[in-house]
């Protein structure tokens, strides 16, 4: 159970049955009466926010929330397939909830995921993953004053902006937390 001086950025809390994480907060204490807290939740099983103030005596629900290693598997359909290394229970996610992040999953590789009462709410990936450009144009020798940077597409089709030195066939890591380049690994 949370009390409401426990509220901040980031926490997770359970209202009326459904998990929400405080998305943001703010502290008011007014001159008479009681100290509040407003904050902005979103929920985490359909993604809508909502404002909500609290009083200092009010109490709030932990959510039934647990994470797990897992490995993902394969693809079937449009559903994402982990496995569990221990115990080989498979847990299937859909690509709606994982968005750009299909792009970055590899065979074999460890994901946390974040269950609600043992429903997949989430998945975190790693947060560097190498790929290999698959195309992009060549880039201009000697410009390199500024940051400039040239579309590039990675082997299944996902685009990023890369710098002008990075060609066709390089090794590049890509933050799988913005989907944008990190660096070149190595050259082709």
Do not use: W
Not at 14 to 30: A, M, N, Q, S
Not at 115 to 125: A, K
Not at 143 to 150: G, L, Q, R
């Amino acid at each position: 159970m949370y009390s409401a001086s426990d509220l901040r950025k980031g926490l997770k809390i359970e209202l009326d049955g459904e998990p929400y994480i405080v998305t943001d907060f703010d502290f008011c204490k007014p001159g008479k009466g009681q100290a509040l807290y407003r904050c902005k939740l979103k929920s985490m099983l359909s993604g809508g926010t909502m404002d909500r103030t609290f009083r200092s005596a009010d109490k709030m629900e932990k959510p039934d929330l647990s994470e797990r290693e897992m490995i993902f598997s394969y693809q079937e359909g449009d559903n994402y397939v982990f496995m569990d290394g221990e115990s080989y229970e498979e847990v299937r996610v859909s690509g709606e909830a994982l968005g750009n992040q299909i792009y970055f999953l590899d065979p074999d590789m460890e994901c946390t995921i974040l269950f609600y009462r043992e429903r997949p709410l989430e998945v975190t990936l790693p947060f560097f993953v190498e790929k290999v450009i698959a195309e992009t144009e060549p880039g201009a020798r000697g410009d390199t004053a500024t940051n400039v940077t040239k579309p590039a597409k990675i082997q299944n089709g996902y685009e990023i902006h890369v710098p002008l030195f990075v060609n066709e066939g390089d090794r590049v890591r890509i933050d799988t937390r913005t989907g944008d380049y990190a660096d070149r690994v190595s050259k082709a």
